[in-house]
């Protein structure tokens, strides 16, 4: 990006220099560039936090898990195995939440673009005799004419 000084601009002015420090300007190209990379950082500083914070999720269920499983085998309690069964779910919601950050992750830093084409017109191109042919081989006008074959006297 090429710096313009204060002088040049004065200069272009007509107006009396007073300080002579160049200046940077940025095109709003280069500010959107810059905006995007950050988004991506904060993007990808998020999924990294919050990925964490999931994992340790799951990580602590599981070791509730354990331990409301002795409750529930020691004092066979129907409510304890309710309790039990409670965070089962909810830590397979917590996993299932976890797959999808990723897809949602994927989509924001755009790493994920497919791309279909769909073709609604198609196009023949030949004669309306052949596509009639070609739609309709038993009716078709070009049946096969069977070759006989010819001694030859040689």
């Given amino acids: 990006m090429p710096k313009f000084t204060v002088v040049k601009l004065y200069e272009l002015l007509d107006i009396e220099v007073t300080e002579k420090e160049p200046i940077e300007l940025k095109t709003s190209i280069d500010i959107v560039k810059q905006v995007k990379i950050k988004r991506k950082d904060q993007v990808r500083q998020d999924f990294d936090s919050a990925r964490k914070n999931m994992k340790e999720l799951i990580d602590k ?84 004419v069977p070759t006989e074959e010819v001694e030859n006297d040689s």
């Fill in 61 to 144: 269920g599981f070791e509730s898990l354990d331990g409301i499983m002795r409750v529930a085998e020691a004092g066979d309690s129907p409510r304890a195995y309710e309790v039990a069964s409670i965070l089962i779910k909810t830590i397979s919601e917590v996993n299932s939440d976890l797959m999808n950050m990723h897809k949602t992750t994927a989509d924001a830093l755009g790493s994920n673009k497919v791309v279909k084409n769909t073709t609604n017109n198609s196009i023949f191109v030949g004669s309306t005799r052949d596509l009639q042919n070609l739609i309709n081989q038993s009716r078709s006008r070009l049946k096969a």
